[in-house]
Every structure is written in C-alpha cells, then in structure tokens.
C-alpha cells in the first residue's frame, strides 16, 4: 500500500478514485508523564514520554485508515492529513484520512 501526503505518485497513474478513508485512535494522558513535563517545561527540552505517545498514536491510525482502504480495494491512500484534538479532559483523538485510489504503474499494467 502506498501512503502519501502528495496528490501523486512517481511512476503511477490513478486509475480509479475509490472514496475518502480515515483512521483515528484517542489517548489519554498518564499522571507520571504530566508529572514529568511539568518540569521539562521548566527546564526546557522534548518531552519524550509524549513524543513515544504520538508516534505509536499516528501508527495505529494510519493502520486504520490503511484497513478501510484495502477492504475498498485500492492500493493507495493520496493526499494524506493528520489532525489533532481534545476529546476530554486528558484525552486526545489523532485523526488521519486521505484519498483511497487504485493506482496503475505509468508502464502499464498495475
């Protein structure tokens, strides 16, 4: 499955647009790790417990989306975005969706 953020792809053409798909999971924040960036904001620095927490949160949404876009039958997800938000005091949704698309090679053939 090809993901990108572009609305095309080197060497493919795009031979059928199959619908928007999107993935999403929520988080919630863990006491110890406001505990702990409460002082690096003091100090200053990452603050890799959130950074860990957002890897694995894209991760798992972009899977979703890339679920949703095989069961339609494509190859490819164009035109990718990621959003963030507040769902509760806390908590956080990382949304991702993009285009599904069944995409041939330029050369012909798939």
């Known amino acids: 499955m090809i993901v990108s953020t572009d609305s095309h792809v080197a ?9 928007i798909v999107s993935g999403n999971t929520v988080r919630a924040k863990h006491v110890g790790r406001d505990f702990g960036a409460f ?17 694995e949160a894209r991760r798992e949404a972009t899977t ?10 494509a190859n490819g ?6 959003s963030a938000s507040d769902v509760a005091l806390g908590a956080v949704e990382l949304y ?15």
Not at 39 to 55: F, K
């Open 11 to 19: 060497g493919y053409r795009i031979a059928s647009h199959l619908g």
């Open 64 to 73: 979703r989306m890339v679920e949703e876009a095989q069961r339609l039958g």
């Open 39 to 55: 002082l690096r904001n003091i100090v200053g620095g990452e603050i890799r417990a959130y950074s860990s927490l957002l890897t």
């Open 96 to 110: 991702v969706y993009g285009t599904a698309v069944r995409m041939e090679s330029s050369a012909g053939g798939d």
């Open 77 to 82: 997800v164009i035109l990718v975005r990621f």
